[in-house]
């Protein structure tokens, strides 16, 4: 007899609010996952027990799942670190509304949120317009929908990664048109009594240094930078708070590029970016530079228009974007030279859209030259990557595939998946091109597996999980022929 699928999450546990649980998990016992029933080793209170190591098998679960459940009692839940910190029901709540297409809320009456919960609610009705029910149900009712619900929901699992694009613009319909100065969360921020605690949020940063899963970092920036929210960055007497709210804004920005969360989201990396630039209008010029300032500059802004125009489905919108980018460049070009190759860079991107073939190779060139000069191994490897690109543009088809092959083997070498990544693809195409599509599949195949081992979704593509598919059945095909 096979396993049950657990598909379906219940939000987490908190005291007061067991016994209920237990009636919503008799709904359904074999589709839906409690973390008491499912894994009772994971408990904060057992020695050993981290809680990031609870909150990460939480995420799994949720990735895992076809359905996120939320019963909402009134309480905030478990907090991470102590009373004031976010809660794991927030923390839950948060990759669910943010990332998992299908999140159902229910209010249980008589329902009177504490401050904390009132507040996660109201950024909830930002961020997914519509999901959060007006009216509470009692025990009968609530049943009865959630009946009706688990019916609604196929029994079997979802990809987590299938719909992020989609997703994302879906999200970004629903709220309508913010235009493009939106800020971090429409700046709503967490209303509690406590300041946030600087040597907690610095452990955060700091601990992102070797992690490479992408919802990982965007997991603990969540954490900090709703711990920073209890201090609001537009507000002056919170001015001791503002390098680290540019810190963890810098990192998410960073992140969420690489996941995917473009366009107008109020959790996206616009969004960031344009809060950093606030935040940077108030530190003023004097403080020292960090290694990741590009990230809230504007050229990380134009990067974020182009990558944007990329979702366009109008020629008119499309080129919209591409001009807001290239203003941005030009800005960021002629005010902050020490950035030049990454700007130059992003530069070359978008005239190379703006069919400039010549001016773009002309910023390309230009940045592998600065790249050999200063021996920038995984920079080199990169600019190569966008050289090969051009000569693609241009036609030079052979070109292409030996700039490719030389950055990918340096993006490789210095330890650089996100731009090795990247480069697979367009040497993909540069294989396709030269006449070897089999060569063209497996690699393409094979960036399809990166980028979904480290999340990094915003890289896939729909021809990348068509080559997967097909390299997975051969493989298949072979290893059942050998039997």
Request: glycine share 8%; net charge positive.
């Amino acid at each position: 007899m096979s396993e049950p699928v657990r598909d379906v999450f219940l939000s987490s546990a908190f005291l007061g609010f067991m016994e209920e649980r237990k009636r919503i998990l008799e709904v359904d016992p074999d589709r839906i996952w409690i973390s008491e029933a499912e894994r009772p080793d994971l408990d904060s209170r057992k020695e050993g027990i981290s809680s990031f190591q609870i909150l990460d098998e939480m995420v799994t679960q949720i990735r895992k799942s076809r359905l996120f459940v939320c019963v909402l009692g009134g309480q905030y839940g478990s907090s991470l670190f102590d009373t004031e910190s976010v809660s794991f029901l927030e923390a839950e709540i948060y990759q669910a509304a943010l990332f998992n297409a299908d999140v159902r809320f229910f209010l249980l009456e008589p329902f009177s949120p504490d401050e904390r919960l009132a507040g996660l609610l109201d950024l909830l009705r930002i961020l997914r317009p519509g999901s959060v029910p007006v009216r509470a149900l009692g025990w009968s009712e609530l049943l009865d929908n959630l009946k009706r619900t688990l019916a609604e929901v196929p029994r079997r699992r979802r990809r987590w990664n299938v719909p992020i694009r989609g997703f994302v613009g879906a999200l970004a319909r629903a709220r309508g048109d913010t235009g493009t100065d939106l800020e971090f969360m429409d700046r709503t921020f967490r209303r509690v009594n406590a300041r946030p605690d600087r040597d907690r949020i610095r452990s955060l940063l700091d601990g992102l240094g070797s992690e490479m899963s992408m919802e990982r970092r965007l997991t603990r920036m969540w954490i900090a930078l709703r711990e920073l929210s209890s201090a609001p960055y537009n507000e002056p007497e919170n001015s001791e708070y503002l390098p680290l709210w540019e810190a963890a804004l810098g990192a998410w920005s960073g992140a969420a590029a690489w996941y995917g969360l473009h366009g107008h989201l109020y959790a996206g990396r616009l969004s960031a970016v344009n809060s950093i630039l606030a935040i940077r209008a108030r530190l003023g010029s004097s403080r020292e530079r960090t290694t990741d300032f590009i990230q809230g500059s504007k050229g990380a802004r134009a990067s974020e228009y182009f990558s944007i125009s990329k979702l366009m489905t109008s020629r008119s919108q499309r080129f919209h974007y591409l001009s807001l980018a290239e203003q941005d460049i030009d800005d960021a070009i002629s005010s902050e030279l020490a950035q030049l190759t990454g700007y130059l860079a992003i530069r070359g991107h978008i005239r190379l859209a703006l069919r400039r073939r010549y001016a773009a190779m002309d910023d390309f060139r230009e940045v592998l030259r600065l790249k050999r000069i200063s021996n920038n191994e995984a920079g080199v490897g990169e600019a190569l990557g966008d050289v090969g690109l051009a000569q693609m543009a241009l036609g030079d088809h052979r070109r292409a595939l030996s700039s490719l092959n030389e950055g990918l083997e340096l993006a490789r070498r210095s330890g650089e998946p996100g731009f090795a990544i990247r480069i697979q693809k367009r040497l993909a195409m540069a294989l396709m091109r030269n006449w070897q599509p089999l060569q063209s599949l497996r690699v393409l195949s094979d960036a399809y597996e990166r980028a979904d081992a480290l999340q990094m979704y915003g890289q896939i593509e729909p021809p990348m999980r068509l080559a997967h598919q097909i390299c997975s059945g051969v493989r298949s095909m072979q290893k059942f022929a050998r039997l």
